[in-house]
């Protein structure tokens, strides 16, 4: 039995590992939401499976409530477009690191800073808020079950129908 085509594209999979801003969110049932900002994704070479970078300290809410339920949102935005695309997974769960992680890690959050500062964001502050010792990082990985483009205008909210 063949499987389904994988809900990322190539492009769609590019973009998400371009140096955004990546949220996630996880919750217990019945309870408030917590979010951590990742500091860098992966997704596998058939684009079934996307890793979020997250500091272990500043994501440990967020980490409680993935063991317990292994559901998990994420969306990422491109600041200077708002271009977003958020992924949902119901498989998520703590990996080991890659050999590279660390370094894709730092890559991403300078990225993500030649993103902001012409918007005029203080360099200081976006290296503060994505800090982590690569002793600190963890890796949480999900299959992209749903997705939805959240890009402010008239397409917000269109689900992604899987590549083809």
């Known amino acids: 039995m063949a499987q389904p085509p994988p809900l990322l594209g ?10 955004l801003s990546i949220s996630a969110a996880a919750c217990q049932p019945g309870a ?4 951590a900002r990742a500091t860098g994704c992966r997704v596998s070479a058939d684009r079934r499976t996307v890793t979020l ?8 809410a967020l980490l409680q ?8 949102a994420a969306v ?18 703590e990996v080991a690191l890659e ?12 990225r993500f800073v030649a993103r902001l500062e012409p918007l005029g964001y203080p ?18 990985a999900f299959t992209p079950s749903s997705g939805n483009f959240q890009t ?4 917000a909210g269109t689900a992604l129908r899987g590549a083809r």
Do not use: M, W
């Open 123 to 140: 360099v200081e502050v976006v290296r503060t808020l994505l800090a982590c010792a690569p002793e600190a990082l963890t890796a949480l």
């Open 32 to 35: 408030l939401p917590n979010l």
């Open 53 to 60: 970078l997250l500091s272990r300290p500043a994501s440990a």
């Open 65 to 72: 409530d993935v063991a317990g339920t292994g559901r998990v």
């Open 99 to 110: 050999p590279g992680d660390p370094a894709r890690a730092q890559h991403h959050v300078d």
């Open 10 to 19: 190539a492009e769609q999979a590019a973009f998400i590992c371009s140096g």
């Open 76 to 93: 990422f935005s491109e600041p200077e477009s708002h271009r977003t695309l958020q992924l949902k997974g119901t498989d998520a769960r």
């Open 152 to 155: 402010p205008g008239p397409e």
